[in-house]
Structures are given as structure tokens and as C-alpha cells.
């Protein structure tokens, strides 16, 4: 299972752009990349899924270059109810599991 | 809400106490999951069960008993616990295991305090 390395912790104000970078230099073929949110004593939500190139819904985009090696989650205007950690997951589509790394935590202030 | 709605929300207890966690999910899915997390730790994945069978445990102490009755209920049974295994414990479920990449949908977890 290919393991993910993210900064552990990044800080931003309100309204400014967030992106955080994911590295996962062992991710296989087979393998999806798939980014949760998590706010104090909750469980993880679901943010995006992708395999490649760029996938946008009505909260984030992610980003993934041709090599897979990395990803960019870009979360656009970030409020104060975006503090949370972010974790970046690789995901096999073989296997289906999933693997929490530490995670970045999102500190956004006013 | 996330339609996976875990019982007590809380639970403190002794280490020769017996209790059980409760997990059920309305989604209509096939697969159910327990993770721990501890304080500043990420989350440990403990158990996987596809369609009532569990297909993993990752070296889980026999202090914890998991129980799969239905694909709607998970339990989570446990006895003689230690002081190091107070943590939030957390359900989830997805539509299948091992069927390609799906989406986890967590319940708010159980915060256990072990005295």
C-alpha cells in the first residue's frame, strides 16, 4: 500500500486559497487518491477522489501531475469553519483499503 | 448526518468492566469498519466485515470483540481494557470492501475513557 506524506500543519486567513500537497511516490496502478476532512472529536468526511489529471466538485479540486506521485488538494476561500485536518489517502482499488496517514491540520484564521 | 449513528457517545469505565459499542448505519451498505484513534495518532484501522464477514483484523487485542449481526450493526465488545486503550473509536461504512475505490462514511465515535 503506498504510503502518503503531507506537511502537518499549514496556516491561512479567511478568503485566501489553500492548497496541500500530498506526495505518494510508491502509488500503483491500480490505486485511486482520495482526500477526508476531520473537525475535532468527529469522524472523517469524504472531500474528492481522483486517478488523474483534475477532478473540481462543489468543495474542492484536486490536482494530480501525469506521474501520480503527488496530488494538490485546492480549497477555494477558505472560511474560519475550514480549520480541520485534511488527510490525503491512496486508495486500492484491488483491495479497498484505506490507510490514515497523520494528516496536515488546516489552521485558518480571521 | 452522515447515517451512521454510533451509541454511547461517551462511555468511561473501569478495567474489569464489560461494555459494548454500538454502530448502525442506513445506508444500505454491505461493508462495516471500526478504526481507533488516540490522542495526536492518526487513525488505526481494527476491523473490516463485507457482507457480516470480517475479511480483516489487524492484530486487534483479544480485549476487543467485534460483532457483526447484520450489514446494518456493528458492535465493538469490550473487557479488561487498559488506561492506554482510552480513545475515540470510530464506525464507518461503505457500499462494499474491496470492490474499487468508494467513499467512507464515518460516524461522530464513541469517546472511551479507561480509569
Known amino acids: 500500500l503506498a504510503k502518503t506524506t503531507q506537511p502537518i500543519s499549514m496556516d491561512s486567513y479567511e478568503g485566501q486559497e489553500v492548497n496541500i500537497t500530498c506526495s505518494h511516490n510508491?502509488?500503483?496502478?491500480?490505486?485511486?487518491i482520495t482526500w477526508y476532512q476531520q473537525f475535532p472529536s468527529q469522524g472523517p468526511r469524504f472531500i474528492i477522489q481522483g486517478y488523474k489529471t483534475k477532478v473540481t466538485n462543489e468543495v474542492a479540486s484536486l490536482f494530480i501531475p501525469a506521474d501520480r506521485k503527488s496530488s494538490t488538494l485546492s480549497l477555494p476561500r477558505v472560511s474560519l469553519s475550514d480549520t480541520a485536518v485534511y488527510y490525503c489517502?491512496?486508495?486500492?482499488?484491488?483491495?479497498?483499503?484505506?490507510?490514515f496517514g497523520q494528516g496536515t491540520t488546516l489552521q485558518v484564521k480571521p | 448526518e452522515t447515517g451512521v449513528t454510533q451509541t454511547p457517545r461517551h462511555l468511561v469505565m473501569g478495567m474489569t468492566n464489560k461494555k459494548s459499542l454500538k454502530c448502525e448505519q442506513h445506508l444500505g451498505h454491505n461493508a462495516m469498519y471500526w478504526y481507533k484513534q488516540s490522542a495526536k495518532k492518526p487513525l488505526e484501522l481494527m476491523f473490516v466485515?463485507?457482507?457480516?464477514?470480517?475479511?480483516e483484523n489487524n492484530s486487534v487485542p483479544s480485549r476487543f470483540s467485534p460483532e457483526c449481526p447484520n450489514s446494518s450493526h456493528l458492535f465493538l465488545h469490550l473487557h479488561t481494557l487498559q488506561p492506554e486503550d482510552s480513545a475515540l473509536y470510530l464506525c464507518?461504512?461503505?457500499?462494499?470492501?474491496?470492490?474499487?475505490?468508494?467513499?467512507?462514511?464515518f460516524g461522530e465515535g464513541s469517546r472511551l475513557t479507561v480509569l
Open positions: 510508491n502509488i500503483a496502478t491500480n490505486d485511486y
Open positions: 464507518a461504512s461503505s457500499q462494499d470492501h474491496g470492490e474499487g475505490p468508494g467513499e467512507l462514511f
Open positions: 489517502l491512496v486508495e486500492s482499488s484491488n483491495t479497498g483499503k484505506l490507510i
Open positions: 466485515y463485507n457482507f457480516k464477514e470480517q475479511t
